[in-house]
């Protein structure tokens, strides 16, 4: 199966994550087939907290994907933050 997940990047104390797709058997900071966008928890300031492409997520989605509870939180985030 298909996912739409978070993989981990960054230093150590100080997270960021990439929205990824990929496959349900990878491991979490394996291989990716697309990545969609990233998740900055402690942005601070002028720095984003959420960028996702919002017409891949869809696309995916169509196709079967599925999101984690995290991801699609973080994506009605996004799809709020584009309506503003």
Known sequence: MVKIRLTRGGAKKRPFYHVIVT?????????????LGYYNPIASGQDKRV?????????????????TDKVASLVKQARSQAAA
């Open 23 to 35: 496959d349900s058997r990878n491991k979490r900071d394996g291989r990716a087939l697309e990545r």
């Open 51 to 67: 960028e996702i492409d919002i017409a891949s997520v869809d696309r995916w989605v169509g196709q079967g994907a599925q999101m």
